[in-house]
Structure formats: structure tokens, C-alpha cells
């Protein structure tokens, strides 16, 4: 714990000093964009609000990254299924009366985005366990599909375009019905929604099952050596289409979470590159699901101090990505060289 706090207190500390040589760079004094970035955070519920929601999306592909990880997978397609998510959601949502319950027709809407994230990872699953394919590289390859086809449902009238009554009519979706929507937490002025709890639920039920299960100590063995558990008996291709298409599904969830929040339309770059992002936290935590939590909190509250940050203070809020990648290659390269010294010191004791 001790080694854990200074590997990862040192990597904030030096984005930190990124950030501030970033704001005087600006032309921004570093005390006035501190108080921006701050006030962006933690300065209004409408800012933390959207830092929930973003942390919501981050956190449940996270989570799905993690269980596939257990089970030694990588699974790096979230973006493409987060997009089909998106579109099952939409499909569903704008389908349905505006007189539907919230209480039916929200659920219908996450269920839907779940099963098309699923169903997207399973492919890759598939060719992985049957096939032999690297899912890294096909779960890689059908990111761009799903944009592709995003894309093409938000152009197609035959699709899911809305009417277009102008030229000036906007390539996206109609939208959603009102109970397909997310009902928001009731926080004062605040836009976070129920995804926060779906999240948070996600995470405590993977961990769950992760560390306090038979299925988790199954997965584990399936990640540690295929080959051994196979000879122990168990299943190992389900466990791992299991686990692929659990990532892919909570990646689903997110992205229904997206379309089914302001402006409730599933439109071109909806996914704003949250796959990614997501991987990234996934990558960072290293198998705790305790991490997950914090570091997508971490990095939604980093997203809206940013927009502040341009806006109160005159920093490109690209100089919070760079704050974040500079984070990311300081955490990375910590960890790095404390296996490196830990190996080296086992390797000194065994001689």
C-alpha cells in the first residue's frame, strides 16, 4: 500500500507540474487556473454532476475491462461497443411511446444497449476461442466498424436519421422517448443521472464476483495458464466468451447511458472517444476494481475542470489531455520500474 501511494502520488504530482508549466505557457498566472480547474470540479453541482456521469461511463467500460482481463483477455473494442450500444438503445428508445413508464422503458433501454455491446464482443470471442484469433486485434479492428456504423445509421432516413424537413436538418437521430430517458439522481442543479448508480453497481457486483466467488477463482485460473485449466476440468471456452462478452455488454451499457442523457440523440462522434478513455482507467487500476472507481472519478472531474479551465481561465482545455496522457506515461512508468527493482532485488537474494 505504502509503494502504491508513492508510485501514484509521484505520477500526480508530476502532471501537476506539467499542468501548471501548461497554464503559464497560456499566458494564464498558475494560481488563476488552479482556482478554474477547482472551480470546475468541485465549484458548482452542475460541474461535479457532469463529472459523475462522465466518471459513469469511464467507470462501467472499466469494469468490463477488468472482468476480461481476469480472464486473460484484452479487450480493446469498447469504443465500437459503446457505439452499438448506442445504436441498440436508440433503436429501442425511439420506438416507444412517450407514455411508456420510466421504470419499464429505461431498463429496456440499458437492457438493449447490454446486449448489442454483447453480442459485438462475441464476435470477437468467438474468432478468439474458435479460431485462435488475438482479440486485441479484432476487438481493435471492429472499433472502426461500429463507428462505420453509427455513421451510417445517423445518415439513412431507412434508419434511424430523423426526418429531414431542410437541408439544414441535423444527421442524427430523433428523440428518444421521454420515459426511455435517464431519470436524474435529484441532486440540486445537478445533471447526473441514474447511470452513476447503474456504475457503481457494476463495480460492486464484478468485484464481487471477481475476488469472492468460485467464477472469479475459475476466471483467474483461465487468465494465469489456458492449458492448466483446461487439464483441471474447466470450461474454459465459455468462461472466457463469458467474460469478453460481459466487457462488451457493460461497454453497451455505457453507451446506451450516452444516447439516453442530454441531448437524448445518438448522433456522429457521440462516443467522443470514451472507449478509449475507459481502457486507459481499465489499464491504470491493474485489476482493482477499487481503483476502477477512483481513476474514472479522477478523470471526469479532470473533463469538466477543463472546460472551466478554458473558459474562466483562457487554457485550451487540451492542455488537460495533456495533463492526463503525461499522468498516464507517469503512472505507467512508475510501475514499470518498481517490478523491474522488485525482480532485481529477487534475483540479488537468490545469488
Not at 468460485?214 to 466468451?241: I, K
Not at 460481459?246 to 450516452?258: C, K
Request: hydrophobic residues 60%.
Amino acid at each position: 500500500m505504502s509503494r502504491d501511494f508513492w508510485v501514484y502520488g509521484a505520477a500526480v504530482a508530476a502532471a501537476a507540474v506539467v499542468g501548471v508549466l501548461l497554464a503559464a505557457g497560456s499566458g494564464a498566472a498558475p494560481g488563476a487556473a488552479g482556482k478554474a480547474l477547482w472551480d470546475g470540479m468541485f465549484g458548482s453541482s452542475y460541474g461535479f454532476g457532469s463529472a459523475l456521469n462522465t466518471a459513469a461511463v469511464l467507470a462501467l467500460i472499466a469494469t468490463g475491462f477488468t472482468a476480461a482481463h481476469r480472464a486473460g483477455l484484452v479487450n480493446v473494442g469498447a469504443e465500437g461497443q459503446l457505439a452499438l450500444g448506442g445504436i441498440a438503445a436508440t433503436a429501442v428508445g425511439v420506438h416507444l411511446p412517450d407514455g411508456a413508464p420510466p421504470l419499464v422503458a429505461a431498463p429496456l433501454v440499458l437492457v438493449a444497449g447490454f446486449a448489442a455491446g454483447a453480442l459485438w464482443a462475441g464476435i470477437a470471442a468467438w474468432l478468439r476461442v474458435w479460431r485462435g484469433t488475438s482479440e486485441v486485434i479484432t476487438t481493435l479492428l471492429l472499433n472502426f466498424v461500429g463507428l462505420g456504423l453509427v455513421s451510417l445509421a445517423v445518415h439513412e432516413t431507412a434508419l434511424l436519421r430523423q426526418p429531414v424537413t431542410s437541408v439544414e436538418t441535423l444527421p442524427q437521430s430523433k428523440q428518444l422517448a421521454t420515459g426511455a430517458r435517464l431519470p436524474l439522481l435529484g441532486l440540486p442543479q445537478s445533471p447526473a443521472t441514474i447511470a452513476v448508480v447503474v456504475a457503481l453497481v457494476a463495480l460492486v457486483v464484478t468485484a464481487i464476483v471477481v475476488r469472492r466467488t468460485a467464477t472469479g477463482v475459475r476466471l483467474a485460473a483461465v487468465g494465469h495458464s489456458e492449458a492448466a485449466a483446461a487439464r483441471l476440468g474447466l470450461p474454459v471456452t465459455r468462461l472466457r466468451v463469458a467474460a469478453l462478452a460481459t466487457a462488451g455488454g457493460l461497454a453497451g451499457v455505457a453507451g446506451a447511458g450516452l444516447v439516453a442523457t442530454v441531448p437524448f440523440v445518438l448522433a456522429e462522434n457521440f462516443t467522443s472517444g470514451y472507449g478509449f478513455a475507459g481502457l486507459v482507467v481499465g489499464l491504470l487500476a491493474r485489476g482493482s476494481l477499487v481503483a476502477v472507481g477512483g481513476i474514472a472519478l479522477a478523470f471526469g472531474l479532470l473533463t469538466t475542470g477543463g472546460i472551466n479551465l478554458q473558459v474562466a481561465a483562457a487554457v485550451p482545455a487540451s492542455s488537460v489531455q495533456v495533463v492526463q496522457s503525461v499522468l498516464i506515461l507517469c503512472v505507467a512508468g512508475a510501475v514499470v520500474f518498481r517490478q523491474r527493482r522488485f525482480r532485481r532485488g529477487k534475483a540479488e537474494a537468490a545469488a
